[in-house]
Every structure is written in structure tokens, then in C-alpha cells.
């Protein structure tokens, strides 16, 4: 019979669906689990961003758009970047994408020959790997240790950079470890990039506001001006404006690989839904307190977490400096066995045991290629919040 494509052989469907899955089959059953699984935010659209949309629609911007987005949004992306990042890019250097995933889709296509190496320090978000290895690219993931707050060493990338490495994703603040890169050690990253001049890097800043206490952001491609044609800086509207489903991502990137994304995006959705654009636009220009109250919202929640699991016989838990999970260690609880006789080998059996005895959905680290860990989204009402953290207190008692 028909037969599927050789590039989807071995390509595994991401784990935080799974988990998804099983939570709401066991939701269901009538079990009361609190999911901690996925990574959206549970604001509303503000709406100033849907009454643009809304008008949009009733002016009749309802046509076809340009492929790689309307001048009005891509007017507010320019003065986005300039006034946050302090990066100056033309219209001809900006893309509007569906999604900040189809920046990474479209950039992939464009570029990975088969065999080529794409680096993705681990832990990382499960979809640089997946993407790459759709058109036959190799990850290689650098890890990213605890000590170290989960932070990339400038070492750790020197060590697997090669002659075959196509691309470097950065993505800081970082999905699933919250973790951010000091400058020092940005500056110390982009000084192993000279010497591989052949070497594209995506720094994905899709958490960029999402950043707690003392700490600051700053754009990849600032740090080095120098290695600005060659990096493409990605970012979005879920996450800052919490706009997960208007599906607008967007780049700014040297001219070459825009245009190159054009033709892939061109050929396979055209440009971004019309009224989703304007809703987008609007969310770039307007106020800001929104994503103050986001910050305060995660922070006062990371804390409590951070707190509750530091308390946690047999769990570590690093201080997350941005975006809205935590990332616990769960070393001490392996080689345990739950009451009902299961043994606890890995992070996966934890999650799932976690699940299914004390129904608190999480994602193991075996998904972001960084074992034994669980990510928590925080993005989840203090009172659920409060709760799976008292489960897993619970559950953690129970074990032998
Ligand atoms: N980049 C990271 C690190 C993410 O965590 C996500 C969403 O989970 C995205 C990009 C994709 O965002 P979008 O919804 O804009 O496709």
C-alpha cells in the first residue's frame, strides 16, 4: 500500500503531547488531575490587541497578505527591536511567520543539507531537534548543568563544534529551565562562533520579558555585532501577550536568509492570517503594564514552587531566572519504589507514577534531553499550582 516519507521514520511525537494525552484520559475517568504539563500562559489576549483584529476585519483587511507579513506589523517589529534590543533592521531583513515554530521551520528548510550538524544545547524546547532532523540534519546537544544554573559554557559549545555544524540555537530564557546567560558568557559564545564562520545562530527570545529579580535580558546579536549576518533573532506574541492560538512569530535576519525563508514560507502557508497580524501589531505598540502584572504573576508562582520543592527530601531545584517553569532534580528519588510496587528506574517512570497515583501531570527531562528532571509550567492558577506542589510533597513521602 502508500507509503509514508523516509524523513519521518524514527521521529518520535514530543512527549509533552503524550503527557497531555494521558492527563485528560484520566481527567476522563473522573480523576481530579492538575495538569503542569504545557507551557501557556493563562492571561487573556489584552484587548486592545482583539479590538484591532476586530477592526481589521470590519475595515475589510480580509485579502491575501504578503508572504512574509503586512508593512503595518512589520513597521512595529522594526521599532520593537530597535526600542527593545537595540537592533536596526529593514523591512527586507523581517519575516512574519505562522508562530514563532514556523521561524524555525522555514529557517531549517532553507538551509540543513542532509547530515549537517545542528547544536541544541540540552536541556532545550523539543522542537529544534525535531524540525532539524525533518530535513535530515543531525542534533547535537551540548548539555547545560545544574551547577551552572543551566547555563551555556562557552567550553561546552567549543567542545562539539565541528566542521559539519550548520547551526547554534540560543534560546535564553530558556524552555524548560528558565535559565538565562550571563553577557560574559554570551560574549564567551560568540567568540567560539568566529572561529566558525560557516555557522548560522538562531537565538530564539520568545521569553525575552520574562525575566525575574536583578536579572536582564539582552539580544544575542547585540552582544555581537559583529556576528549579525549570520544570526537570526526570533521571537513572537504567545508568550509575551498571551496569544498562544493568533499563531505570529517573526524574525529579523541578514537579507539572504529572509528571503530564502520567503520562498519556503511562500510555498507552503503564504502570509499570516490578516486580522492576526493587526491583533499582533497592536500587542508590539501598545502599553506594557500587561506584561509587568505577567512578571510579577510567575515570579511570586516560581517562588512558591522553588520554594515548596527545595523542601523536598531527594530534590534539588535551581532558581529560574526568566520564562515561566521550573526544572527540579529528582536524582535521590530514583531506585525508589512507589507504594504499589513500582519501581522508579528513570524520569519518565517518575512523571508517569506521579501521574497516574497522585494525578499531577508534568514532562519529564528525558523529553528535553536532559535526565533526571521534571518540568512544572507555572503557567497555572496559584491555587492548582499550590495544590500539585503539595501532591508531589505527598507522593515523594510515599515512596521507598
Ligand atoms: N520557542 C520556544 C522556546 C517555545 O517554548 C515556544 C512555544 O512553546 C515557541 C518558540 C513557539 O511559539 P509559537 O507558539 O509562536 O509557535
Given at each position: ?13 514530543p512527549?509533552?503531547i503524550e ?12 480523576h481530579?488531575?492538575?495538569?503542569l504539563?504545557?507551557?501557556e ?19 475589510g483587511?480580509t485579502?491575501?497578505?504578503?508572504v ?8 512595529a ?22 508562530g514563532?515554530k ?5 529557517a ?18 523539543v ?25 551555556l559554557r562557552?567550553?561546552?559549545l567549543?567542545a ?11 534560546n535564553?530564557?530558556?524552555n ?8 560574559e ?11 566558525y ?41 504567545a ?11 517573526y524574525?529579523?535576519?541578514?537579507r ?9 514560507q511562500?510555498?507552503?502557508t ?20 500587561m ?33 515561566f ?7 535521590a528519588?530514583?531506585g ?14 517518575f512523571?508517569?507514577?506521579l501521574?497516574e497515583?497522585?494525578?499531577v501531570?508534568?514532562?519529564?527531562g528525558?523529553?528535553f534531553?536532559?535526565?533526571p528532571y ?8 496559584d491555587?492548582?499550582?499550590k ?14
Open positions: 500500500g502508500p507509503r509514508l516519507a523516509k524523513r519521518l521514520e524514527g521521529l518520535p511525537a512527549a509533552t503527557m497531555a494525552r494521558r492527563a485528560r484520559a484520566l481527567r476522563a475517568e473522573g481530579n488531575v492538575i495538569s504539563a504545557l507551557g500562559p493563562d492571561f487573556a489576549t489584552p484587548s486592545y490587541a482583539v479590538e484591532a483584529a476586530h477592526r481589521a476585519a470590519l475595515a483587511d485579502k491575501y497578505p504578503p512574509d507579513g503586512k508593512p503595518a506589523l512589520k513597521a517589529i522594526a521599532r520593537k527591536f530597535s526600542r527593545e534590543n537595540g537592533l536596526a533592521f529593514e523591512p527586507d531583513e523581517l519575516i512574519v511567520c505562522n514563532g514556523q521561524v524555525i521551520f522555514n531549517f528548510m532553507a538551509t540543513i543539507n542532509p547530515g549537517d550538524e545542528v547544536v541544541v544545547p540540552a536541556p532545550y524546547w522542537s529544534y531537534p525535531l524540525i532539524a532532523r525533518m530535513f535530515g540534519g543531525i542534533p547535537v546537544h551540548p548539555e547545560c548543568d545544574e551547577v551552572d544554573g543551566f547555563s562557552p567550553e561546552r567549543a562539539v563544534m565541528t566542521s559539519k555544524t550548520k547551526w547554534l540555537v540560543l535564553f530564557p530558556n524548560p529551565s528558565g535559565a538565562l546567560c550571563t553577557d558568557d554570551l560574549r564567551g559564545i560568540a567568540a567560539v562562533l568566529r572561529d564562520p560557516d555557522v548560522w545562530i538562531l537565538s530564539d527570545e520568545i521569553y525575552e520579558h520574562l525575566v525575574f529579580d536583578n536579572h536582564s535580558f539582552r539580544s544575542f546579536a547585540a552582544i555581537a555585532p559583529d556576528l549579525r549576518g549570520r544570526v537570526l533573532t526570533m521571537n513572537g506574541v508568550k509575551a501577550y498571551a496569544m498562544t492560538g493568533w499563531r505570529v512569530g524574525a529579523g535576519g541578514p539572504e536568509l529572509i528571503a530564502a525563508m520567503r520562498v519556503v511562500g510555498n507552503a503564504s502570509g499570516v492570517c490578516t486580522v492576526a497580524q493587526a491583533a499582533a501589531a497592536a500587542a508590539l505598540d501598545g502599553p506594557s503594564d506584561i509587568r502584572e505577567m512578571v510579577s504573576t510567575y515570579a511570586r508562582r516560581r517562588s512558591m514552587v522553588v520554594d515548596t520543592l527545595q523542601a523536598v527530601p531527594g530534590f534539588t531545584c535551581a532558581v529560574p531566572s526568566g520564562a517553569y521550573a526544572y527540579p532534580g529528582i536524582a528519588c530514583l525508589k519504589t512507589t507504594r504499589d510496587g513500582r519501581l522508579l528506574r528513570t524520569d519518565t517512570d512523571a508517569m507514577a501521574l497515583q497522585a494525578y501531570a508534568t514532562v519529564p528525558s523529553a534531553g536532559l535526565s521534571l518540568r512544572l509550567s507555572c503557567a497555572t492558577a491555587a492548582d499550582l495544590e500539585a506542589c503539595a501532591r508531589i510533597a505527598r507522593f515523594v513521602e510515599t515512596l521507598r
